[in-house]
């Protein structure tokens, strides 16, 4: 069965200091992979998305940014935080477009 | 542009009771809708996925229909039980694209 993990599950981090969140999918091949994230009155916004290695796609520009180095691992980043990039961070993943969509645990991120 | 409205905010009913949770979305032009459940501070569960061409889908006592030409989806909860509490989210996915579009969601509370 495909399982999907995200780490760490919280983190506090201060202004300015880089970031880097993980997500490895598990039992499934060439999934597509997505970043979204929850914040307080706004719901779920999607960040990035992956349809394979290497590709990356953004839907809001901000200070974050997303890599895929492997078929299953899909890695959030940030050089320098802001204090609005707090938030609680959501991976997924997907066999195609169409299908259905599973989420990881999520990360809750708070920058102070 | 998409948007997904959920009403109410938030239900309290007593335990035993059968419930329906309210989605709307403004496009009519979806490739699926999807229902999930979010526990406080946890990830987003998949509970059911409907795809346009259906008008319902059924998984143990739930039930979610869908009704795209008007724009509405409901998810029924039958013999409610304490721990079915979380929130309840809806997603809809456009035809073509990438994301899921996701309601604020209904807080769900079921009294013992």
């Known amino acids: 069965s495909q399982t999907i993990h995200q780490w760490p599950a919280t983190l506090v981090q201060p202004v300015g200091s880089p970031l880097s969140l993980e997500c490895t999918v598990e039992g499934t091949s060439n999934p597509n992979l997505y970043w979204y994230r929850q914040a307080a009155g706004r719901g779920l916004q999607l960040l990035f998305y992956s349809v394979g290695i290497g590709q990356i796609s953004s839907e809001v520009p901000q200070n974050l940014s997303a890599s895929r180095p492997q078929d299953r691992q899909f890695i959030l980043s940030s050089k320098k935080l802001l204090l609005s990039d707090s938030g609680f961070y959501l991976c997924a993943w997907g066999v195609s477009t169409n299908t259905e969509a599973f989420f990881g645990q999520g990360t809750r991120l708070t920058v102070v | 542009k998409q948007e997904v409205t959920q009403i109410p905010a938030a239900l309290s009913v007593p335990e035993g009771e059968n419930l329906v949770l309210n989605c709307s979305f403004t496009?009519?032009?979806?490739?699926?809708l999807q229902w999930f459940r979010q526990d406080p501070g946890k990830g987003l569960t998949s509970l059911l996925l409907?795809?346009?061409?259906?008008r319902e889908q059924t998984s143990g006592r739930l039930n979610a229909s869908l009704d795209k030409s008007s724009g509405r989806s409901t998810l029924y909860i039958a013999a409610s039980q304490p721990g079915d509490s979380a929130t309840y989210l809806c997603?809809?996915?456009?035809?073509?694209?990438?994301?899921?579009?996701f309601g604020q969601g209904t807080r769900l509370t079921i009294n013992p």
């Open positions: 409907i795809q346009s061409s259906q």
């Open positions: 496009d009519s032009a979806i490739y699926n």
């Open positions: 997603a809809v996915r456009g035809q073509g694209a990438q994301k899921l579009v």
